[in-house]
């Protein structure tokens, strides 16, 4: 559960973002398609007993997986996001990139595991040069070939 300052804010960046919907609506809360949800800060400072809450502590992300990644990226850029890096390659192949949501979480997006072992297999390496490559198991690289 994120707490937010705008839910509505929120909510329609997670929909034009991810293409998520609100599944469960109960005003102060509303929870998304995948499970994520969301939490008015009015509401969670009733709940804690505090008001003291922060935001953009970069001390937690939110992470989603996308399977075209390049896609996903490409659609980024019509929208004003704020990046916290551009797209990084980390050293075992996936791809990512990091950015801040309407208060400031990190969100993380990756390219799905089993895609950055099919790239690499479809680019002519072989199963065990992928498994060093992304320092996986051989059972990992073979149950991505099924």
Same mark, same amino acid.
């Given at each position: 559960?994120?707490?937010?300052?705008?839910?509505?804010?929120?909510?329609?960046?997670?929909?034009?973002?991810?293409?998520?919907?609100?599944?469960?609506?109960?005003?102060?809360?509303?929870?998304?398609?995948?499970?994520?949800?969301?939490?008015?800060?009015?509401?969670?400072?009733?709940?804690?007993?505090?008001?003291?809450?922060?935001?953009?502590?970069?001390?937690?992300?939110?992470?989603?997986?996308?399977?075209?990644?390049?896609?996903?990226?490409?659609?980024?850029?019509?929208?004003?996001?704020?990046?916290?890096?551009?797209?990084?390659?980390?050293?075992?192949?996936?791809?990512?990139? /990091? $950015?801040? @949501?309407?208060?400031?979480?990190?969100?993380? *997006?990756? +390219?799905? %595991?089993?895609?950055?072992? =099919? /790239? $690499?297999? @479809?680019?002519?390496?072989?199963?065990?040069? *992928?498994? +060093?490559? %992304?320092?996986?198991?051989? =059972?990992?690289?073979?149950?991505?070939?099924?």
């Amino acid at each position: 559960m994120l707490v937010v300052t705008d839910i509505d804010k929120s909510v329609e960046f997670y929909k034009k973002v991810f293409g998520l919907h609100v599944i469960m609506d109960f005003g102060a809360n509303k929870t998304l398609t995948g499970g994520l949800a969301l939490q008015t800060s009015e509401t969670y400072k009733e709940f804690i007993g505090t008001s003291d809450i922060s935001f953009g502590g970069n001390n937690f992300k939110v992470y989603f997986e996308e399977d075209d990644f390049d896609k996903f990226a490409d659609r980024l850029k019509e929208y004003d996001i704020e990046y916290v890096h551009p797209i990084i390659e980390h050293s075992w192949g996936q791809r990512v990139v /990091r $950015f801040y @949501n309407p208060d400031k979480h990190i969100i993380e *997006v990756g +390219e799905n %595991m089993k895609i950055v072992c =099919k /790239r $690499f297999l @479809n680019s002519g390496m072989t199963p065990e040069q *992928v498994a +060093e490559r %992304m320092d996986v198991p051989m =059972k990992f690289i073979n149950a991505c070939m099924r």
